[in-house]
């Protein structure tokens, strides 16, 4: 797995703290990931999509998923992995 095209948040004090592209090993990948940082925990946020209701609320829904919560967890671990080598590589 290979993380590109960080790029911090303009209002890091938010839960989102930035987006990124991952390259799987199989090629494919998953454009505008989020860092999410909230209640003292870090993980990949998905791509969302977006729509309003006639009441004009809001609704998002990820356009990617991982229904296991484990395998969701094995997949942040990785994918944070490379983030931070990522970022790691930008700074040098």
Same mark, same amino acid.
């Given at each position: 797995? $290979?993380? @590109?095209?960080?790029?911090? &948040?303009? #209002?890091?004090?938010?839960?989102?703290?930035? $987006?990124?592209? /991952?390259? *799987?090993? &199989?090629?494919?990948? /998953?454009?505008?990931?989020? *860092? =999410?940082?909230?209640?003292?925990?870090? %993980? =990949?946020? %998905?791509?969302?999509? #977006?729509?309003?209701? &006639?009441?004009?609320? @809001?609704?998002? %829904?990820? @356009?990617? &998923? /991982?229904?296991?919560?484990?395998?969701?967890?094995? %997949?942040? =671990?990785? +994918? *944070?992995?490379? *983030?931070?080598?990522?970022? +790691?590589? +930008?700074?040098?």
């Amino acid at each position: 797995m $290979t993380v @590109t095209n960080w790029k911090p &948040s303009a #209002t890091p004090d938010q839960a989102r703290k930035g $987006t990124f592209d /991952i390259e *799987l090993p &199989s090629g494919i990948c /998953i454009l505008g990931c989020s *860092l =999410v940082e909230k209640d003292g925990k870090r %993980f =990949v946020g %998905f791509p969302q999509n #977006t729509w309003k209701k &006639s009441d004009g609320k @809001t609704l998002y %829904f990820p @356009t990617v &998923s /991982i229904p296991d919560k484990d395998r969701k967890n094995a %997949f942040d =671990v990785q +994918a *944070l992995d490379a *983030l931070e080598k990522c970022r +790691a590589g +930008a700074k040098e």
